[in-house]
């Protein structure tokens, strides 16, 4: 948001975190890795709508009402020593979305009897998750760095992202 002075001022509920603590992300995809684990084994409907939730109130208040953004970011995160590792938030958001847009198509998949559409999308979900979570790479991210690269998006929305292959 141009203007804003992340040091002082508050964010309001409608914003998202920039920058964004590296290791709450990959706590928050550990627990996506296990909400998406849950579905694929019960099946349950409301599993569904629980991780769609979650996405969508990511995507629009960072970890504000987020139950897991929320867990992490004020219980689990504080309670561990490891450094603060800062790392953009646009393509965090980002891949946020593309997480609301897979699990919300999974939520309609389910409610419209599809379910082998809402399992294609809960495992695409659960493999982006996992290399996040596990290995530390976020592809929502590389594909927003992508996109800003062939000029998709701007330079402007995140000038912590130009040079992702080192170029400039």
């Known amino acids: 948001m141009e203007g804003r002075n992340a040091a002082t001022d508050a964010p309001g509920l409608f914003s998202f975190p920039h920058p964004v603590d590296e290791v709450s992300a990959r706590l928050v995809a550990t627990g996506v890795v296990v909400q998406c684990v849950a579905v694929l084994m019960t099946g349950w409907t409301v599993l569904v709508v629980i991780l769609a939730w979650g996405f969508v109130a990511r995507v629009a208040t960072g970890p504000t009402l987020s139950p897991l953004g929320t867990l992490v ?8 020593a490891w450094t603060v590792r800062n790392t953009p938030g646009p393509p965090k958001r980002f891949a946020q979305g593309i997480g609301a847009t897979l699990s919300v198509g999974a939520l309609v998949a389910v409610v419209f009897g599809a379910g082998a559409v809402a399992t294609a999308l809960v495992g ?12 530390g790479f976020c592809l929502g991210c590389w594909l927003f760095r992508l ?18 292959w080192g170029t400039r």
Request: glycine content about 2%; overall charge neutral.
């Open 73 to 80: 970011t004020r219980v689990v995160r504080p309670r561990l």
């Open 124 to 135: 695409a979900i659960l493999v982006a998750a996992s290399l996040e979570a596990f290995v």
């Open 147 to 164: 996109l800003m690269r062939v000029g998709m998006v701007p330079e402007e929305t995140c000038e912590a992202c130009r040079d992702i």
